[in-house]
């Protein structure tokens, strides 16, 4: 599975974005898709992820009710919607696919499977 991650861009701090995690060579069904982001000089930590069963997600308290993430299977797509954009949410935000049926372990990177190549988040002040 190649998982593309899109939608990034520069933003004005109280912005939004609509970030997707495309498919392709097979299906999100079966997997957990979490969102993980890296700023520079900092270590990549986890934003949020759904559950493969489509019906749980969990967040990071930092992106806790602003942050959103759902996922259209029609379009093989998840989203992350990012709302009241912050200066330190600028990052890179990469999708990973999980095949783990427990829910607290989607907030482990080693958890995870297959990874996207990242879409840069600018949040200007």
């Known amino acids: 599975v190649q998982l593309q991650a899109s939608g990034g861009g520069l933003v004005q701090a109280g912005g939004s974005l609509r970030l997707s995690c495309a498919a392709s060579?097979?299906?999100?069904?079966?997997?957990?898709v979490g969102w993980f982001r890296q700023a520079p000089g900092k270590e990549r930590e986890f934003v949020g992820a759904?559950?493969?069963?489509?019906?749980?997600?969990i967040y990071a308290d930092s992106v806790k009710g602003r942050f959103t993430i759902y996922r259209d299977n029609a379009k093989n797509t998840v989203y992350l919607q990012t709302n009241n954009l912050r200066p330190e949410d600028t990052a890179v935000y990469y999708c990973?696919?999980?095949?783990?049926?427990?829910?607290?372990?989607?907030?482990?990177?080693?958890?995870?499977?297959?990874w996207g190549q990242g879409t840069q988040v600018t949040v200007s002040s």
């Open positions: 060579g097979g299906t999100f069904r079966g997997y957990g």
């Open positions: 759904i559950h493969r069963s489509g019906g749980s997600t």
């Open positions: 990973a696919a999980s095949s783990s049926i427990i829910y607290s372990s989607l907030q482990i990177p080693s958890q995870y499977t297959y």
